[in-house]
């Protein structure tokens, strides 16, 4: 599977394209089902203190929720299955020209009442060695629309930095026009592919129920190879850095 030369076209421009029922409703199910038996923490994998969790806050009251594995591949057959799948990886290798290397994924749960995330990049600006290549598919598991907080991206800024500041992640939402928003409201099945620069964000999940997602990020092979296992050692070092001192005993990576 690739991109057909108008999607190519539109992704050049915008920095984002959008791909409908990509996945059967059967594949959908078995991936819900399989994430869903993750939810049952028999083990205390869901922990505040696990390396692979994130957790955001309730828009309204503050309360910490569970929303995220980073990464799941290794907990999650199905998922990894997917980040393989030649429908995805054709897509992105039509995109390089050259074949695609796995380089992140995380699967957002986003429940009811989830914060959403503010404007950013995805490529941090400063994080040396951080391929310039990195591209996401989105995956949509549950449909997705402004009401639960899908995700927002902003058209033709993909080929820059919006900031030079080092350690500049998040950034005003000033710094885009608001003209240039795209609501990626998504069915299940459906795939959106973005930019490491696009800038994009999402609004609290107002909705009564879940807002699944799978994000699969991906760079070039010409642009550094095969990088995942240590992407990941970095980034949990790093996130092992913003805990307090007290803390850094009951840190665990399952």
Same mark, same amino acid.
Request: with cysteine; hydrophobic share 35%.
């Given at each position: 599977?690739?991109?057909?030369?108008?999607?190519?076209?539109?992704?050049?421009?915008?920095?984002?394209?959008?791909?409908?029922?990509?996945?059967?409703?059967?594949?959908?199910?078995?991936?819900?089902?399989?994430?869903?038996?993750?939810?049952?923490?028999?083990?205390?994998?869901?922990?505040?203190?696990?390396?692979?969790?994130?957790?955001?806050?309730?828009?309204?009251?503050?309360?910490?929720?569970?929303?995220?594995?980073?990464?799941?591949?290794?907990?999650?057959?199905?998922?990894?299955?997917?980040?393989?799948?030649?429908?995805?990886?054709?897509?992105?290798?039509?995109?390089?020209?050259?074949?695609?290397?796995?380089?992140?994924?995380?699967?957002?749960?986003?429940? !009811?009442?989830?914060? %959403?995330?503010?404007? $950013?990049?995805?490529? /941090?600006?400063?994080?040396?060695?951080?391929? =310039?290549? &990195?591209?996401?598919?989105?995956?949509?598991?549950?449909?997705?629309?402004?009401?639960?907080?899908?995700?927002?991206?902003?058209?033709?800024?993909?080929?820059?930095?919006?900031?030079?500041?080092?350690?500049?992640?998040?950034?005003?939402?000033?710094?885009?026009?608001?003209?240039?928003?795209?609501?990626?409201?998504?069915?299940?099945?459906?795939? !959106?592919?973005?930019? %490491?620069?696009?800038? $994009?964000?999402?609004? /609290?999940?107002?909705?009564?129920?879940?807002? =699944?997602? &799978?994000?699969?990020?991906?760079?070039?092979?010409?642009?550094?190879?095969?990088?995942?296992?240590?992407?990941?050692?970095?980034?949990?070092?790093?996130?092992?850095?913003?805990?307090?001192?007290?803390?850094?005993?009951?840190?665990?990576?399952?």
């Amino acid at each position: 599977m690739s991109l057909s030369s108008s999607d190519k076209a539109i992704f050049e421009r915008d920095g984002f394209v959008t791909l409908r029922s990509v996945f059967s409703a059967a594949e959908i199910a078995d991936l819900v089902a399989e994430t869903d038996a993750l939810l049952v923490d028999s083990d205390s994998r869901i922990s505040q203190f696990n390396l692979r969790c994130r957790y955001m806050p309730h828009w309204q009251s503050g309360e910490m929720l569970f929303e995220v594995f980073d990464p799941i591949n290794e907990i999650a057959p199905r998922c990894e299955q997917m980040t393989r799948d030649r429908r995805i990886v054709g897509l992105i290798e039509s995109i390089y020209g050259e074949p695609a290397c796995l380089f992140k994924e995380k699967f957002i749960f986003k429940p !009811a009442g989830a914060t %959403g995330y503010k404007l $950013h990049q995805d490529i /941090p600006f400063g994080w040396v060695g951080f391929p =310039r290549t &990195f591209l996401t598919v989105l995956v949509a598991i549950d449909p997705s629309s402004p009401e639960n907080g899908c995700t927002e991206v902003f058209s033709g800024y993909h080929r820059s930095f919006l900031s030079n500041e080092p350690e500049t992640y998040m950034l005003p939402d000033e710094m885009v026009d608001n003209s240039r928003r795209t609501f990626l409201a998504l069915e299940p099945g459906d795939v !959106a592919i973005f930019h %490491g620069l696009t800038p $994009h964000r999402s609004e /609290p999940n107002r909705s009564d129920r879940m807002r =699944r997602s &799978f994000y699969i990020s991906y760079n070039a092979a010409s642009d550094g190879g095969d990088q995942r296992a240590a992407h990941y050692a970095d980034f949990h070092q790093r996130m092992r850095g913003r805990r307090p001192a007290e803390e850094q005993s009951l840190v665990f990576f399952r």
